[in-house]
Each structure stands twice: as structure tokens, then as C-alpha cells.
């Protein structure tokens, strides 16, 4: 990662699942993925059985609600307010390690990303999860899986796949933009 973009992604905010290599990427911001969250979740409360992950999941639902709502809100929009001090009240709520170890690991992660939680209510342009980036990376998988591997023409690939999926994502017409960009990659010829 580092290799292909030393600066990081300092014009983007990255939505992901936790994972550290993700998270410690150098960005304009961060979003925690929100279906991966409700997923855990839901675990949580299957297991665990805590009336903390049942409220907190309540109140994930309520933000993406809001963001149905409307695509952005304001920071002193009463709203987003009053989710940003019920979740402060939820993240402050002690459990117990021993009833509920993996509820309490959920919890810290939560305190420690707090800032990472609801970016997408703030900004347009953000979702509140990163299944368009997970069906992006789609191709190539089944690309691999039926071909086994790529021999050569791994990097074309790559480049003609994230620019038609960008177009498809801006709804741009494929065929005009690869027209464009065949255009301006033929060198001029007197």
C-alpha cells in the first residue's frame, strides 16, 4: 500500500471494517463500514445477550435512517445531535469482562474509533458502508477463481476495471470516457 501510494489517500475517507492496515492508512478521514458493525452486532446479542448491543444497534439503525432521510446534515442539527450524545451515553455505560468479554472488546473498539462513527451523516458523498468498494474488488475475485490466475495483462485489467466501475459510480457513460481516455493516450502524429 504504502509502496503505490506513500502520501496515503489524504483526499478521501476511507470506509472500513477495522482492520488495522486500514485504519492506520494515512486519510482525509475515516468511516467504520456500518454493516459490518450491525453484523457484529447482532452476534453480540445472540451470544451475549446484552441490553447494550441491542441499544446501540437501535441506534446505528436510527443514523442510517437519517441519512435516508437526508444525504447531509448540519454538526448543530438536533437530530445528529442528540445520536452523537446517545451514543457518548452508550460508550460511557460500563460492562462487566467476565458476563460479557466480547460485548466489552466491541465497546473499547468503539471508544477508541468514536471519531470514525458517524462521518457519513456530516458529508454527502460518504456511505455509510463499504459494500460498493467490496463488489468493486467482485471481478477481480472471479476473474482469479475462473481463470486460475492472471498470466499477464493483470495491471490492464485492474486500470480498465476501476475506471469503468468509477464511471459506473458517477453514472458516466463507460464507452464516451474510454473513448476519451483512448483519445488522449494516442500519441499525436503529424
Not at 143 to 150: A, E, N
Request: proline share 5%; aromatic share 8%; net charge neutral.
Amino acid at each position: 500500500m504504502k509502496s503505490v501510494f506513500p502520501n496515503g489517500f489524504i483526499n478521501a475517507i476511507l470506509n472500513s471494517d477495522r482492520w488495522r492496515p486500514q485504519i492506520n492508512t494515512n486519510a482525509k478521514g475515516h468511516q467504520l463500514c456500518f454493516a459490518h458493525l450491525l453484523r457484529e452486532l447482532l452476534y453480540l446479542i445472540e451470544s451475549e445477550k446484552t441490553l447494550w448491543a441491542v441499544q446501540i444497534k437501535q441506534l446505528f439503525m436510527s443514523a442510517l435512517d437519517l441519512k435516508k432521510q437526508c444525504p447531509q446534515y448540519a454538526r448543530d442539527d438536533l437530530n445528529v445531535v442528540e445520536m452523537e450524545s446517545i451514543l457518548d451515553l452508550l460508550l460511557a455505560e460500563p460492562l462487566e469482562k467476565a458476563k460479557t468479554p466480547k460485548t466489552l472488546n466491541f465497546l473499547e473498539s468503539m471508544i477508541e474509533f468514536r471519531g470514525y462513527i458517524f462521518p457519513f451523516l456530516y458529508h454527502a458523498e460518504i456511505p455509510p458502508d463499504n459494500n460498493g468498494s467490496e463488489r468493486a474488488i467482485r471481478n477481480i475475485k472471479v476473474k482469479q477463481k475462473i481463470s486460475g490466475q492472471f498470466k499477464t495483462g493483470h495491471e490492464s485489467f485492474a486500470v480498465l476495471r476501476s475506471i469503468i466501475d468509477t464511471c459506473i459510480k458517477n453514472n458516466a457513460d463507460v464507452f464516451e470516457v474510454l473513448k476519451l481516455i483512448s483519445q488522449l493516450s494516442i500519441p499525436a502524429t503529424e
